[in-house]
């Protein structure tokens, strides 16, 4: 085996939990990587060895934690992170990069935050089933993508049951109610020129609460989620038809093309134009 292993998933059209990119990397003593920030959550396995995470709190504090074989740490989107490598017995890891609408919750649940981002199990079960289902994903980036989704579900299902700090998260029924109707609305309007004061009046509330609780809920203020979600589907049309870019951009709810173009940009890291040469399917 390579020291590193490294692939990238190819469709980011799951909304509720989905997968961006993934690997394994046997390191070097002392090798290091960061400072950096992430868009989304990153978790790392530790298979063998041990290293060094620095990582921001939620007031912007570096906190350092020592991590061993059989445990992991996540990573926060928009944290400020490092990790190194041990001298004398350095680590190899197995890592997932992922997101979406249901994850916010899930690792609060799991007892996951930017003051406790270290994984550790007292079920020696389930961390040896959470190891399989990554090393699962890693090794098999050429299965089909409900299948990796599918491997993705099962490890955040263990992650979560066996993490030390598990506990219940209680959330208000209503509040759910909420954010699915809002959902349901952008699923069904994301083409037209909505805006996030028009989701608030769909569902009686006031704009300032209702981004409140859908961020607390989802992780993503309202209008970056409309983002999010418009820009998926503009990438399943570049990748599957040959519609000229103008007519994606107003099929995603986009007059302006050059707004279109740069809300792309913003989510994948590249234009439009360029996602379908990379992307298309032949």
Same mark, same amino acid.
């Not at 890891?93 to 979406?100: H, K, M």
């Not at 007892?111 to 550790?120: A, H």
């Not at 300032?208 to 970056?224: A, D, E, H, L, V």
């Given at each position: 085996m390579s020291n590193l292993k490294f692939s990238i998933f190819k469709n980011q059209s799951f909304v509720d939990l989905g997968l961006y990119q993934f690997g394994r990397e046997a390191c070097e003593p002392g090798h290091l990587f960061g400072p950096a920030?992430?868009?989304?959550?990153?978790?790392?396995?530790?298979?063998?060895?041990?290293?060094?995470?620095?990582a921001s709190d939620s007031k912007g504090i570096t906190n350092i934690f020592k991590i061993?074989?059989?445990e992991g740490f996540l990573i926060f989107p928009e944290q400020i992170n490092l990790y190194v490598a041990d001298i004398n017995n350095p680590w190899e890891?197995?890592?997932?990069?992922?997101?979406?609408l249901r994850v916010k919750?899930?690792?609060?649940?799991?007892?996951?935050?930017?003051?406790?981002?270290?994984?550790?199990?007292?079920f020696p079960e389930f961390r040896e089933k959470l190891q399989d289902e990554i090393l699962y994903i890693v090794n098999n980036?050429?299965?089909?993508?409900?299948?990796?989704?599918?491997?993705?579900?099962?490890?955040?299902?263990?992650?979560?049951?066996?993490?030390?700090?598990?506990?219940?998260?209680?959330? #208000? =029924?209503?509040?759910?109610?909420?954010?699915?109707?809002?959902?349901?609305?952008?699923? *069904? $309007?994301?083409q037209k020129n909505i805006t996030i004061e028009e989701i608030a009046a769909a569902l009686g509330l006031n704009r300032?609460?209702?981004?409140?609780?859908?961020?607390?809920?989802?992780?993503?203020?309202?209008?970056?989620f409309l983002?999010?979600?418009?820009?998926?589907?503009?990438a399943e049309i570049l990748a599957t038809t040959k519609k000229p870019i103008n007519e994606i951009s107003l099929?995603?709810?986009?007059?302006?093309?050059?707004?279109? #173009? =740069?809300?792309?940009?913003?989510?994948?890291?590249?234009?439009?134009?360029?996602?379908? *040469? $990379?992307?298309?399917?032949?």
């Open positions: 920030r992430r868009n989304h959550y990153l978790f790392h396995y530790v298979i063998n060895g041990q290293g060094t995470l620095h061993h074989a059989g890891y197995a890592w997932l990069e992922f997101d979406g919750q899930a690792l609060e649940s799991a007892g996951f935050s930017q003051e406790t981002p270290i994984y550790k199990t007292h980036s050429e299965s089909s993508q409900f299948e990796l989704i599918g491997h993705l579900y099962l490890f955040m299902d263990y992650l979560t049951r066996s993490a030390e700090n598990a506990g219940r998260v209680i959330t #208000s =029924r209503l509040r759910e109610f909420y954010i699915r109707e809002a959902i349901s609305f952008i699923e *069904n $309007n994301y300032s609460y209702f981004g409140k609780i859908f961020r607390q809920s989802t992780g993503k203020s309202p209008q970056r983002m999010n979600y418009r820009m998926i589907k503009a099929s995603v709810g986009y007059e302006n093309q050059m707004h279109f #173009s =740069r809300a792309f940009r913003t989510i994948y890291g590249i234009s439009p134009r360029t996602w379908r *040469n $990379n992307h298309s399917q032949k």
